[in-house]
T-cell receptor, first 118, second 112 residues
């Protein structure tokens, strides 16, 4: 199956700093990527949908100025958590849709990035 | 609106027992996809199955089987002869085309 990578896998930062997380589709071109957040012992919640070359669509309640998403190429989307605070500590998971797989509906998930804000 | 309900928050069974994880979904669309994912302690999601709404055939893969019933909007997952390595959080999910909506997950403990 298709492979999606995330970098870094783990990051610890100080409160007030910004952190960038990369999501890459390694063997396919992803016109659409998705960003999810998972707090401890909770489910995955969709934060935003990222389309290559256009602005991301954010879910209700997600601050677009705080969580900046850039999908500059067909294989890379980045999520920047700006001015991070301890409440932003979470597990961030991206997924990428392969338009040529499963009728264009199949998504492949990255391994996740664990963010800890001190 | 889409919704996925996994009523079982946590289940513990002794190794070698069979266990069924329940999933009930809501959608207004006639075309949709259902999924099961496993999330071990490492956090990485492991894809288990994807089923479209037109395919109600039950599926078996080794010790895993799935029962899809549109009449009751359920997509249940059974592990036969459970093993300690099956311990994880299992998520049922629903997608109409784009977004995947996850249930809250069932934490499964397989006791040796």
């Amino acid at each position: 199956g298709a492979v999606v990578s995330q970098h870094p896998s783990r990051v610890i930062c100080k409160s007030g700093t910004s952190v960038k997380i990369e999501c890459r589709s390694l063997d396919f071109q992803a016109t659409t990527m998705f960003w999810y957040r998972q707090f401890p012992k909770q489910s995955l919640m969709l934060m935003a949908t990222s389309n290559e070359g256009s602005k991301a669509t954010y879910e209700q309640g997600v601050e677009k100025d705080k969580f900046l998403i850039n999908h500059a190429s067909l294989t890379l989307s980045t999520l920047t958590v700006t001015s991070a605070h301890p409440e932003d500590s979470s597990f961030y998971i991206c997924s990428a849709r392969d338009p040529l797989a499963g009728g264009g509906n199949e998504q492949f998930f990255g391994p996740g990035t664990r963010l800890t804000v001190l | 609106a889409q919704k996925v309900t996994q009523a079982q928050t946590e289940i513990s069974v002794v190794e070698k027992e069979d266990v069924t994880l329940d999933c009930v979904y809501e959608t207004r669309d006639t075309t949709y996809y259902l999924f099961w994912y496993k999330q071990p302690p490492s956090g990485e999601l492991v894809f288990l199955i994807r089923r479209n709404s037109f395919d109600e055939q039950n599926e078996i893969s080794g010790r895993y089987s799935w029962n899809f019933q549109k009449s009751t909007s359920s997509f249940n997952f059974t592990i036969t002869a459970s093993q300690v390595v099956d311990s994880a959080v299992y998520f049922c999910a629903l997608s109409e085309y784009d977004k995947i909506i996850f249930g809250k997950g069932t934490r499964l403990h397989i006791l040796p």
